[in-house]
């Protein structure tokens, strides 16, 4: 039997827990779940006191005034010396951290030691630059150990870091720097990229000759050897100010509610929100969904996400949980055909991985790619398979499970965002039955429900997926923008978190993630914002008007397909289309630029003046999608008028 929901067929297909797995899983029973239901403020003041240690215990576990939450309330921590000193301190100090490997082949292994020494130094650099609690930071950088160190160098010191992902634009540094008025940034030369530096330094140039007024100093780390124009007075090397900075610098205990960092994120309007995330409650939650949801065995362990650190993904499963838990890692700085399409298993192998945390996109092209990729590789290590960023498809779920799970791992799909700071539904892999395409279950201390439009909870069918109760990892509002926090999140559904995603129910209560319901596309598992590139479209000079949607695609899940009304006095032209397409990279980034643009003379809207996108995205499912421009050919002409002809949307 199936049933069609959303895009998906739900398969009677299921996987209990290989019982040699649940055998020796860190929980195999209901214990967790039933320990949280009974008393979930309880529970989680369990996992702060056994996962983190306090430099101060907390007297109260939740104040909660809807919408804002303080967890861990009077604690006192420093959340470095939880991932780094307490485990040199219990002797672990010669544990590897991360075996480090870059594009090229190179590689770095550095231990926690190492890392503590470093974490350290580079703290003392950014106290030599006049920084300390209350500040902020950018950081643009590279998959390079550098990265994780700004990041907790900031964190031990009490600087809130602002990583911007190394493929955003100028423009986004711009805007982001300002939002938070970020007084330093954090760069590199440049990254290896598909064979080649791909260059950020020269990028904060550009950003900092048209705006960020608030940054003073820039710190550049040299990775790929290029030649740069270093600004007298703006512009430091990282090695430089390293070779004089001291080894010590003690790990002051921060309140728990401290600002950690602030990571922006789309949302439904042009300007991206600064999701702001705290100390206390986001490491408990980070390294007690780490422990379980992967399962991980920080003596024998070799645990692999393979997300990049400018995403959430990165921050608190790249950093901060496997760090807490005191894991090995491995990081790797480059893409997964360079230089061939084993790279990926090849890497794998060499460590001998034991969990792999990815993305459905990436499992899509891999399934392109070929089963004769993994094939050549021995990846009998890995224990625990992870998906995040997307909803998986069946199809992805049981290549993934056959090809790199050799039909017996666990697969964990966990639904969360940059919003929730760590995994808030996802099976425990010692426990939960899984089923292809399903993240299960809300974690223990976690509870979710659906809801109708009217609000009434879902028990069964299709519904809005809303959070019921604080959690501990949740943010903390939106940078400088407590109203907007309040309407974006809590103003939907009264009482409730929305987390602005539809899922379904099936008859046995497990969740279906169907997507965003909302003006966010996601492209390879990475939000966009709709809004955000018709601004970027019609802020070129020739383009009157655009309306952008999210195409289905068979590898990045959507693809964003952007329809332009040319100014009078345009012609349209091939040239001009790859010109506005180009615009938007530019703009906004290359993750952004729309992968098609059709140039059309006319956009359907409703008489109350609405463009009609989902007519817009029917049209553009049915045609075949390419890396182009389409110029207002009759066909999709016709095909536009015809279907506004039929369409009833309101
Ligand atoms: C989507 C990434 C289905 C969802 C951690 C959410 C998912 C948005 C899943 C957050 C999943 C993430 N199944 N959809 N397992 N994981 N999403 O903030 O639409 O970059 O709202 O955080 O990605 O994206 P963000």
Not at 213 to 242: F, Y
Not at 262 to 273: E, F, R, V
Not at 461 to 478: F, H, N, Q
Request: glycine share 10%; with cysteine; hydrophobic share 40%.
């Amino acid at each position: 039997m199936s049933e069609t929901i959303g895009v998906y067929e739900i398969e009677d297909r299921s996987f209990p827990p290989p019982p040699d797995f649940a055998a020796q899983a860190n929980t195999n029973d209901r214990s967790l779940y039933e320990e949280a239901e009974a008393d979930y403020e309880a529970f989680w003041a369990r996992q702060a006191r056994e996962l983190v240690t306090w430099s101060k215990d907390f007297h109260t576990t939740l104040e909660w005034e809807l919408p804002f939450a303080k967890w861990f309330v009077g604690g006192e921590l420093n959340i470095t010396a939880n991932c780094l000193d307490r485990h040199v301190e219990a002797g672990r100090g010669d544990k590897v951290a991360y075996h480090w490997e870059g594009e090229p082949g190179d590689t770095v292994t550095i231990t926690y030691a190492e890392l503590l020494t470093e974490v350290c130094k580079f703290a003392n650099v950014l106290k030599a630059q006049g920084l300390g609690k209350g500040d902020r930071v950018a950081i643009y950088m590279p998959m390079i150990l550098e990265l994780p160190i700004a990041m907790l160098a900031c964190a031990r010191i009490g600087v809130a870091h602002s990583v911007i992902f190394g493929g955003f634009s100028a423009d986004a540094i711009v805007d982001r720097c300002d939002d938070a008025e970020a007084r330093l940034i954090i760069t590199a030369d440049a990254g290896y990229r598909r064979g080649a530096p791909s260059p950020l330094k020269a990028t904060v140039d550009t950003a900092l000759a048209s705006g960020a007024p608030t940054v003073e100093k820039v710190i550049v780390a040299n990775r790929c050897d290029l030649e740069l124009d270093m600004v007298d007075g703006r512009d430091l090397w990282w090695h430089e100010l390293m070779a004089d900075a001291a080894e010590h610098c003690p790990a002051e205990p921060m309140d728990s509610e401290q600002l950690l960092y602030i990571l922006y994120t789309s949302g439904t309007t042009a300007k991206p929100k600064g999701i702001m995330h705290t100390t206390g409650g986001y490491l408990t939650q980070v390294a007690f969904s780490h422990k379980y949801v992967f399962d991980i065995k920080p003596e024998t362990d070799i645990y692999w996400c393979a997300a990049d650190i400018g995403w959430v993904t990165g921050h608190s499963y790249i950093v901060y949980g496997p760090l807490a838990n005191g894991v090995t890692s491995v990081m790797y700085e480059g893409t997964p055909d360079t230089p061939s399409q084993d790279r990926l298993w090849d890497i794998a192998e060499r460590y001998g991985v034991t969990q792999l945390y990815t993305a459905p996109t990436a499992i899509r092209m891999f399934m392109k790619w070929g089963a004769q990729e993994p094939a050549k590789h021995d990846l009998s290590t890995l224990r625990v398979l992870g998906t995040v960023g997307e909803p998986i498809n069946p199809e992805a779920w049981m290549w993934y499970h056959e090809h790199i799970g050799g039909n017996g791992r666990p697969i964990v799909d966990t639904w969360w965002q940059t919003e929730t700071g760590g995994h808030m539904i996802s099976p425990l892999p010692g426990v939960t039955t899984t089923k292809p395409g399903s993240a299960c279950h809300a974690i223990p201390g976690v509870f979710a429900e659906l809801v109708d439009d009217n609000g009434n909870v879902v028990t069964n069918g299709g519904g809005y997926l809303t959070i019921t109760r604080p959690w501990p990892a949740m943010l903390r509002g939106i940078w400088g923008d407590d109203e907007r926090y309040r309407e974006t999140y809590w103003s939907t559904f009264e009482g409730r978190y929305f987390a602005g995603d539809g899922a379904k129910l099936d008859d046995d209560g497990y969740l279906w993630l169907l997507g965003r319901v909302d003006d966010v596309m996601n492209i390879s598992g990475h939000r966009i914002s709709t809004t955000e590139v018709e601004s970027a479209l019609v802020d070129h000079a020739s383009v009157a008007e655009a309306a952008v949607v999210g195409a289905t695609d068979d590898v990045t899940g959507q693809a964003i397909v952007g329809y332009v009304i040319l100014r009078g006095g345009n012609e349209p032209s091939q040239e001009l289309g790859d010109e506005i397409r180009e615009h938007v990279g530019v703009k906004l980034g290359k993750i952004a630029r729309p992968k098609t643009v059709i140039i059309v003379p006319d956009l359907p809207k409703t008489r109350s003046g609405k463009i009609m996108r989902r007519l817009l995205r029917d049209v553009a499912d049915g045609r075949e999608l390419g890396d182009t421009t389409t110029l207002a050919d009759p066909g999709v002409v016709t095909e536009i008028a015809d279907r506004a002809a039929t369409d009833d949307e309101a």
